[in-house]
């Protein structure tokens, strides 16, 4: 029997890169909603029991209307408010995770062609390792720069990658690394890296390229063409 999961969505940004009023994983893509999407494509995952989506307080009722539609019984939907950051919407989500759930899944709300192998790969990772994440080694090179645009490094390309989600934890480790970056106000931009700064090993596991993070307007017209395509 597989661990019992939850999983987090945070889908509480403004979308102010996409220079749209809707936020992000509310606009409509080829007939639904980015956010549905990217719900469904966990639905098929084995002992995923809940559900628990972070968002905007004037979108709450029509976050509980969507989980309504497309759950199935046997999955438990919730929707609560979000926060400033994205890591405050996950911390009032994770407060909500309920006491069955083994390995916790992070999923950006607005990533929405994950695929279900690599879902199923990170879950095994996680479960051996305690923290895993989704990821693709970077194309281009990574330059790391100072405040005043100049480079100081370039670190070796082979060794960089770019992080996506779901990013997936054992429940009581990524419970604690909350608590103690709370204790010690540090954010961050994705949940790894509060693990990571616990000294806890983390797993990296290749992902695919199409799992983008529709962000910025050009990507919807991507985005729109790969639904095109998974089509045919
Ligand atoms: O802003 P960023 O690209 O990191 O957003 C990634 C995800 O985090 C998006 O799904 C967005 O809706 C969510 N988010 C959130 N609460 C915030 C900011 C972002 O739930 N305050």
Redesign the pocket.
């Known amino acids: 029997m597989a661990d019992p999961k939850a999983l987090i969505?945070?889908?509480?940004?403004?979308?102010s890169?996409m220079r749209k009023e809707t936020?992000?994983?509310y606009l409509m893509l080829e007939g639904c909603t980015i956010l549905e999407r990217?719900i469904s494509a966990f639905i098929p995952l084995a002992s995923l029991r809940q559900v628990v989506v972070?968002?905007s307080e004037a979108l709450l009722e029509d976050t509980r209307d969507l989980l309504k539609t497309i759950l199935p019984d046997h999955i438990d939907g919730l929707a609560v408010v979000?926060?400033?950051?994205?890591?405050?919407?996950?911390r009032n989500a994770l407060d909500q995770i309920a006491d069955e759930a083994e390995l916790v899944l992070v999923h950006?709300?607005?990533?929405p062609f994950v695929e279900h192998r690599h879902i199923e790969a990170c879950c095994q990772a996680a479960s051996e390792v305690g923290a895993a994440l989704l990821g693709v080694p970077s194309r281009d090179t990574i330059k790391h720069l100072d405040d005043q645009h100049m480079v100081r490094e370039t670190p070796p390309r082979s060794q960089m990658w770019q992080a996506q989600?779901p990013q997936i934890f054992k429940k009581e480790l990524l419970t604690e690394a909350y608590r103690r970056a709370e204790e010690e106000d540090f954010t961050a931009?994705?949940d790894a890296s509060l693990i990571e700064r616990m000294g806890h090993p983390v797993k990296m596991v290749e992902g695919g390229r199409m799992n983008i993070?529709l962000?910025y307007p050009v990507d919807l017209e991507l985005a729109s063409l790969l639904i095109a395509k998974n089509r045919k």
């Open positions: 969505i945070p889908a509480a940004g403004s979308g890169r936020p992000k994983p990217t972070a968002t979000g926060g400033a950051e994205r890591q405050h919407s996950i950006d709300a607005v990533r989600t931009t994705d993070k962000t």
